[in-house]
C-alpha cells in the first residue's frame, strides 16, 4: 500500500484529536473528521471510521469518563510513549527533553501542561511539524504503541481502532519489534535505578495524567 504525504498527514491529525480528552470541541470537529476519514485508504480509514462510529453514538459525558479510566488510571494503557521504554525512572526526563528538542527544532513551542510525548502530541507534530521526525519518534516507540494496541484491543476499548490506524502508517513490525513487544508485556517498563542522581531538571519528570 502507498500512501502519499498528504494522506499521512491528515491521518495523523485525525489521531491526534482523537486520542485527545474527548470535550465539547472534540463533538463539534466529527462530522469534519468524518469527512477527511473518507479521503484515506481503507487501512488507515477502516479502523477509523470504526471509532468515530462509536463516538458518535457515545454520550460525551461517558467517553470522557471512559477517557479518563482508561488513559489516567491504567499505567498499562499510557499515552505517554516514553513510560514504555524508561518507566518512572530519571532516565525518562532526558527522553523528554529529546522530544522538545525535536519539535522546538521544527519552529514549534510546547504549552507547559503538556507533556511533549502524550501520542496526541507526537502524532500532531508529525501532521504539522516535521513528519520524517515525527515519524521516527513514533517508530522507535513502536513497542510501546504496539503494547497499548494490543491492551485496548483486548479490553474492547474504542481507541484500540485508533491505534490500529496508527499502526498502518508506520512500517510492519520486525522480529526485533515483536521481541520488544513480547518482552515489555512479560517484564513490563524499567524501575527506577537506586543511588542515581536526576538526568534532567524536575520540571521535565512526568507528574501524572495530562488532558
Do not use: C, N
Request: aromatic residues 8%.
Amino acid at each position: 500500500m502507498t500512501i502519499t504525504d498528504t494522506e499521512l498527514a491528515t491521518a495523523w491529525q485525525i489521531q491526534s484529536l482523537a486520542m485527545s480528552y474527548p470535550d465539547e470541541q472534540f463533538a463539534d470537529r466529527l462530522p469534519l473528521l468524518r469527512t477527511a476519514t473518507r479521503t484515506l485508504p481503507a487501512p488507515l480509514a477502516a479502523p477509523l471510521t470504526a471509532f468515530l462510529d462509536q463516538a458518535a453514538v457515545t454520550p460525551l459525558i461517558d467517553l470522557a469518563a471512559d477517557y479518563v479510566t482508561t488513559f489516567d488510571h491504567r499505567k498499562r494503557f499510557s499515552p505517554y510513549l516514553t513510560y514504555f521504554a524508561y518507566g518512572d525512572t530519571r532516565k525518562r526526563g532526558m527522553a523528554l527533553l529529546r522530544f522538545k528538542h525535536a519539535y522546538r527544532a521544527a519552529g514549534l513551542e510546547l504549552d507547559d501542561s503538556e507533556l511533549p510525548d502524550h501520542l496526541a502530541v507526537v502524532l500532531e507534530f508529525a501532521a504539522t511539524g516535521d513528519p520524517v521526525v515525527g515519524r521516527r519518534l513514533l517508530t522507535e516507540h513502536r513497542a510501546g504503541l504496539e503494547l497499548i494496541r494490543l491492551g485496548l484491543r483486548e479490553t474492547g476499548a474504542p481507541w484500540a481502532h485508533v491505534l490500529e490506524s496508527v499502526s498502518a502508517t508506520l512500517p510492519p513490525l520486525g522480529k526485533r519489534e515483536h521481541d520488544a513487544v513480547a518482552r515489555l508485556a512479560a517484564e513490563g517498563p524499567p524501575e527506577e535505578e537506586v543511588g542515581l542522581a536526576p538526568f534532567a531538571p524536575p520540571e521535565y519528570m512526568p507528574q501524572g495524567g495530562a488532558r
